[in-house]
């Protein structure tokens, strides 16, 4: 009815003027451009997107206390290196729930979701290649040991994390190719490659040094930036 297209129309305006205000002043156009084109069940989407990162950290087993913490973190590493927030949440979540077999703690999970987000940076890698690139991860990191068919996907999306893990990886002296031969022949536990990545984390902080932002870098902190003024409004 004309009545409820009234409201609809009235309810997109006043959320529209809500989300907006938590931008930038630079970026509050650019946001009202882009929610002038969502519809209402788009906005809805991408509401329901920042609930499943929510909901990826509460069955990881961060508690409510803990959460906000954990999400200003992820945020922080997402928008610092143009990273979708969503697939960095679920790379930590995925990879806190084999806590244990990692041998690790909350805090250096933090650190290493980090280390992962710098080296999609240095790669510029794409969204899409950065989302895969992190499915595939974490999966290597909570099998207990590094497969073929994931590590064959971090040398296309994630490259310069490999170069960081063979550095910090005694066997591999640095070098990738050696590494490679190892996960092929199976001598690469989660652990092994999980500690490596921390032990050498320098090799790509050197590196972010030179790391010029891609447009579509760009566009995906505009998206982070997004979902979580539209999850927070919802």
């Given at each position: 009815t004309r009545k409820a297209a009234r409201k609809m129309e009235s309810d997109m305006s006043g959320a529209a003027t809500k989300i907006t205000g938590a931008f930038t002043k630079a970026g509050a156009t650019a946001v009202a451009a882009i929610i002038a084109g969502l519809s209402f069940n788009e906005l809805r989407k991408t509401a329901d997107e920042y609930k499943k990162i929510v909901n990826t950290l509460t069955v990881a087993g961060v508690s409510e206390a803990q959460r906000g913490g954990v999400l200003d973190a992820l945020t922080k590493s997402a928008q610092a290196n143009a990273v979708p927030l969503e697939a960095l949440a679920s790379l930590y979540g995925r990879v806190s729930q084999a806590q244990t077999t990692l041998n690790t703690s909350s805090q250096e999970l933090l650190g290493f979701t980090d280390l992962v987000s710098q080296a999609l940076r240095v790669g510029g890698t794409s969204a899409s290649d950065a989302s895969g690139a992190l499915l595939q991860l974490g999966q290597a990191l909570s099998n207990g040991k590094v497969q073929s068919e994931e590590y064959n996907s971090m040398l296309e999306?994630?490259?310069?994390?490999?170069?960081?893990?063979?550095?910090?990886?005694?066997?591999?002296?640095?070098?990738?190719?050696?590494?490679?031969?190892?996960?092929?022949?199976?001598?690469?536990?989660?652990?092994?490659?999980?500690?490596?990545?921390?032990?050498?984390?320098?090799?790509?902080?050197?590196?972010?040094?030179?790391?010029?932002?891609?447009?579509?870098?760009?566009?995906?902190?505009?998206r982070n930036e997004f979902t979580l003024a539209v999850g927070k409004f919802d």
């Open positions: 999306g994630a490259y310069p994390l490999l170069q960081a893990v063979a550095a910090g990886m005694k066997e591999a002296g640095g070098d990738v190719a050696k590494l490679t031969t190892l996960v092929k022949d199976g001598k690469v536990s989660s652990e092994a490659f999980y500690r490596a990545g921390l032990a050498d984390a320098q090799v790509l902080q050197d590196k972010l040094a030179g790391a010029v932002t891609t447009t579509d870098q760009a566009t995906q902190r505009l």
